[in-house]
């Protein structure tokens, strides 16, 4: 087995996939950070000209689906990625789904995808001075999303997406837009309408109903940490 | 009836809570993008962000402008003659609470219904001024839902459905005689003939218009299922209505006419499970209900459907069509791709549809894979055992549903 470091980016796992496709490597793990280990590591720089590289061999919806599936930022994730890769580079497919490997990457988006819309929703701002301020812990990689999502949103806003648990930020201020290591927590205060929102909440439940476990169901609470309208 | 005067937290909480018997919430299939300079945009798939202790999405900000109504419906909480509080709220107000909600991310926009205060005209013209606020003064882009006034006139109605992405009327009954009888200050005609007029409006011009949907009391008269599901399909076939929705009759106090104490949810649930199969997978209202008669309560109706034709089963999951797939009970229409994608590269075996994911606890009683996985068994077999099925172990999903 050998351990592939690669820098923690998109562009860096597909440098890392070609690297390994290039040297023929045997059984590689694909990690962001290095871990102690046993095994030969090897530290794969970015290249520059990765995008326009993996245009030449993958499909365009290839390229998206290894995306997803790199945004579901886990060490299995990866590996599948790089299996499908390699059947890709044979087949020139990925339709058999009767393939585990192949028919995970289809989990992988999955659970992305439904974070992504989840977080679509469930995000909240605060307004700070100038800048409207979200955090979160999310399971999976999804700021970039969320972050151009908002971009179109809030085009003439300035706004933070804070991932506390990656410790970075998608950044859009004055208009430019990046992907930041971001480590501190800003401070929020309460503001009038957080009041009126939670107000808001109560009156439009309908009593009669109640149904905490569909609730649950819908909002689980693990989601519920940075949201204004739950107790916390 | 009279107005004190309250700060802007007591009227948000009475004037959404007179609003939230309206069922609909969607904010889905709009098309708006952001403008220069402004805020906020549509997105096509719909937003819930976040869901009250009743198991209900909130996705817009849902209220009315003013609970005063000289109107006086039956079944109507806010009718002229019951004692509530009353508030309105001015333009101004709502439009900031609508921009200051939607920088926070709590809101996809606005659902706008209002009472009748003074006459259709004057409450229209005051829904719109917020509207206005909202798309002009703020380039507010996101989306919004306006309750057409019955009774207002048709330049408003024009002006609210080239605003909105949605404006609606409701129906309430379905039938004119339980209109009369429940809400006597209403007549099919003004609270039909504003949704005719957007239709037409669509259909001649070139500007984007908002599709309409309507909604209907369940339970409060006797009219069944069939009678309501066809009125459904009129209005889905002419393209009148994009949605309609269904609220099972919640008790109002001091009600004369109205006999029963409860729908229940159960009846709601299924008529939107059946309106589903009419929209996207081609039923005809008759198929799936008989006449005069309700739809079963104990089954799902494209499983009731499945037990009524049962010479139609099994079906070959390795050669039916898409169609026929999404006829089987337990199949839907991802799934159906799903078989079609997979059985291209092999014969497929039960084993291989628990591995896509498909869930066979229903289907398996009316399809063959590679071996016939049913027992071949009469309808009323199957009947029994996918309501035990359904009650046993299966207390949860059964329990989200209503």
Same mark, same amino acid.
């Given at each position: 087995?050998?351990?592939i470091? !690669?820098?923690d980016?998109f562009e860096?796992?597909?440098?890392?996939?070609?690297?390994a496709?290039?040297?023929?490597?045997?059984?590689?793990? !694909?990690?962001?950070?290095?871990?102690?280990?046993?095994?030969?590591?090897?530290?794969?720089?970015?290249?520059?000209?990765i995008?326009?590289?993996?245009?030449?061999?993958?499909?365009?919806?290839?390229?998206?689906? !290894?995306y997803?599936?790199f945004?579901?930022?886990?060490?299995?994730?990866?590996?599948?990625?790089?299996?499908?890769f390699?059947?890709?580079?044979?087949?020139?497919?990925?339709?058999?789904i009767?393939?585990?490997?192949?028919?995970?990457?289809?989990?992988?988006?999955?659970?992305?995808?439904?974070?992504?819309?989840?977080?679509?929703?469930?995000?909240?701002?605060?307004?700070?001075?100038?800048?409207?301020?979200?955090r979160?812990?999310?399971?999976?990689?999804?700021?970039?999303y969320?972050?151009e999502?908002?971009?179109?949103?809030?085009?003439e806003?300035?706004?933070?997406?804070?991932?506390?648990?990656?410790?970075?930020?998608?950044?859009?201020?004055? *208009?430019?837009?990046?992907?930041?290591?971001?480590?501190k927590?800003?401070?929020?205060?309460?503001d009038?309408?957080?009041?009126?929102?939670?107000? !808001?909440f109560?009156?439009?439940?309908?009593?009669?109903?109640?149904?905490?476990?569909?609730?649950?169901?819908?909002?689980?609470?693990?989601?519920r940490?940075h949201?204004?309208e739950?107790?916390? | 009836?009279?107005?004190?005067?309250?700060?802007?937290?007591?009227?948000?909480?009475?004037?959404?809570?007179?609003?939230?018997?309206?069922?609909?919430?969607?904010s889905s299939g709009?098309?708006?993008?952001?403008?220069?300079?402004?805020?906020?945009?549509?997105?096509?798939?719909?937003?819930c962000?976040?869901?009250t202790?009743?198991?209900?999405?909130?996705?817009?900000?849902?209220?009315?402008?003013?609970?005063?109504?000289?109107?006086?419906?039956?079944?109507?909480?806010?009718?002229?003659?019951?004692?509530?509080?009353?508030?309105?709220?001015?333009?101004?107000?709502?439009?900031?609470?609508?921009?200051?909600?939607?920088?926070?991310?709590?809101?996809e926009g606005l659902?706008?219904?209002?009472?009748?205060?003074?006459?259709?005209?004057?409450t229209?013209?005051?829904?719109?001024k917020?509207?206005?606020?909202?798309?002009?003064?703020?380039?507010?882009?996101?989306?919004?839902?306006?309750?057409?006034?019955?009774?207002?006139?048709?330049?408003?109605?024009e002006?609210?459905?080239?605003?909105a992405?949605?404006?609606?009327?409701?129906?309430?009954?379905?039938?004119?005689?339980?209109?009369?009888?429940?809400?006597p200050?209403?007549?099919?005609?003004?609270?039909?003939?504003?949704?005719?007029?957007v239709?037409?409006?669509?259909?001649?011009?070139?500007?984007?218009?908002?599709s309409?949907?309507?909604?209907?009391?369940?339970?409060?008269?006797?009219?069944?299922?069939?009678?309501?599901?066809?009125?459904?399909?009129?209005f889905?076939?002419?393209?009148?209505?994009?949605r309609?929705?269904?609220?099972?009759?919640?008790?109002?106090?001091?009600?004369?006419?109205?006999?029963v104490?409860?729908?229940?949810?159960?009846?709601?649930? #299924?008529?939107y499970?059946?309106?589903?199969?009419i #929209?996207?997978?081609d039923?005809?209202?008759?198929?799936?209900?008989? *006449?005069?008669s309700?739809?079963?309560?104990?089954?799902d109706? *494209?499983?009731a459907?499945a037990?009524?034709?049962i010479?139609?089963?099994?079906?070959?999951?390795?050669?039916a069509?898409?169609?026929?797939?999404?006829?089987?009970?337990?199949?839907?229409?991802?799934n159906?791709?799903?078989?079609i994608?997979?059985?291209?590269?092999?014969?497929?075996?039960?084993?291989?549809?628990?591995?896509?994911g498909?869930?066979?606890k229903?289907?398996?009683?009316?399809?063959?894979?590679?071996?016939y996985?049913g027992?071949?068994?009469s309808?009323?077999?199957?009947?029994?055992?996918?309501?035990?099925?359904?009650? *046993?172990?299966?207390?949860?999903?059964q329990?989200?549903?209503?």
């Amino acid at each position: 087995m050998v351990n592939i470091i !690669f820098e923690d980016s998109f562009e860096g796992f597909l440098s890392a996939l070609f690297y390994a496709f290039n040297n023929d490597i045997k059984n590689p793990l !694909f990690l962001k950070a290095q871990k102690p280990s046993l095994f030969k590591t090897i530290k794969v720089e970015l290249d520059e000209n990765i995008i326009t590289i993996a245009k030449g061999f993958l499909e365009e919806e290839i390229i998206e689906l !290894f995306y997803d599936c790199f945004c579901f930022d886990e060490e299995k994730a990866f590996s599948d990625v790089y299996k499908s890769f390699l059947f890709y580079m044979k087949n020139k497919h990925l339709k058999d789904i009767h393939k585990d490997f192949i028919r995970n990457l289809t989990y992988y988006r999955k659970s992305v995808n439904r974070e992504r819309h989840k977080y679509i929703g469930f995000l909240r701002f605060h307004k700070l001075d100038n800048v409207l301020y979200a955090r979160f812990e999310p399971r999976h990689f999804v700021i970039d999303y969320l972050g151009e999502f908002f971009k179109r949103r809030y085009q003439e806003e300035n706004f933070i997406i804070h991932d506390l648990k990656r410790k970075k930020a998608a950044i859009y201020y004055e *208009k430019r837009f990046s992907i930041e290591d971001f480590d501190k927590e800003l401070n929020v205060e309460k503001d009038q309408y957080q009041e009126l929102w939670k107000a !808001f909440f109560e009156a439009v439940t309908i009593k009669e109903r109640t149904n905490k476990r569909l609730q649950n169901h819908y909002v689980p609470h693990y989601f519920r940490k940075h949201m204004t309208e739950f107790d916390n | 009836m009279y107005i004190i005067n309250m700060d802007v937290e007591q009227k948000l909480r009475i004037l959404a809570d007179g609003a939230k018997y309206d069922v609909s919430c969607a904010s889905s299939g709009g098309v708006r993008e952001t403008v220069d300079g402004g805020i906020g945009n549509s997105y096509a798939p719909g937003v819930c962000h976040t869901f009250t202790s009743d198991g209900r999405c909130v996705s817009l900000l849902k209220v009315l402008f003013t609970n005063v109504c000289i109107f006086d419906c039956e079944y109507c909480i806010n009718r002229a003659s019951n004692n509530i509080k009353r508030a309105s709220f001015t333009p101004r107000e709502l439009a900031d609470i609508t921009i200051n909600f939607y920088k926070r991310n709590y809101i996809e926009g606005l659902f706008l219904s209002s009472g009748i205060a003074k006459s259709p005209d004057h409450t229209m013209e005051l829904m719109l001024k917020t509207v206005k606020i909202l798309r002009e003064e703020y380039k507010f882009n996101g989306y919004i839902h306006l309750k057409l006034i019955p009774g207002a006139s048709k330049e408003l109605i024009e002006e609210a459905s080239k605003l909105a992405d949605r404006v609606s009327s409701n129906i309430e009954l379905p039938t004119e005689k339980s209109l009369k009888l429940l809400a006597p200050d209403k007549n099919k005609d003004n609270v039909l003939k504003p949704l005719m007029f957007v239709k037409n409006l669509r259909d001649n011009s070139e500007k984007s218009i908002a599709s309409a949907s309507t909604q209907l009391i369940v339970g409060a008269t006797d009219e069944p299922d069939y009678q309501i599901l066809r009125l459904a399909s009129y209005f889905y076939e002419k393209k009148i209505l994009k949605r309609m929705y269904y609220s099972a009759y919640i008790p109002v106090p001091n009600t004369k006419h109205i006999k029963v104490d409860k729908t229940p949810l159960l009846r709601e649930h #299924r008529l939107y499970q059946a309106d589903w199969l009419i #929209r996207f997978y081609d039923f005809k209202y008759e198929e799936i209900v008989e *006449k005069d008669s309700n739809l079963d309560l104990e089954l799902d109706p *494209k499983t009731a459907f499945a037990l009524k034709n049962i010479h139609l089963y099994p079906v070959d999951v390795n050669k039916a069509s898409y169609e026929e797939l999404i006829k089987v009970p337990g199949i839907g229409r991802k799934n159906a791709m799903k078989i079609i994608q997979a059985r291209a590269f092999k014969t497929l075996e039960d084993i291989d549809l628990v591995k896509l994911g498909i869930s066979i606890k229903k289907a398996k009683h009316f399809i063959v894979a590679k071996r016939y996985l049913g027992y071949s068994l009469s309808p009323e077999y199957i009947r029994k055992a996918i309501i035990k099925g359904e009650s *046993k172990g299966h207390s949860y999903t059964q329990l989200k549903l209503w």
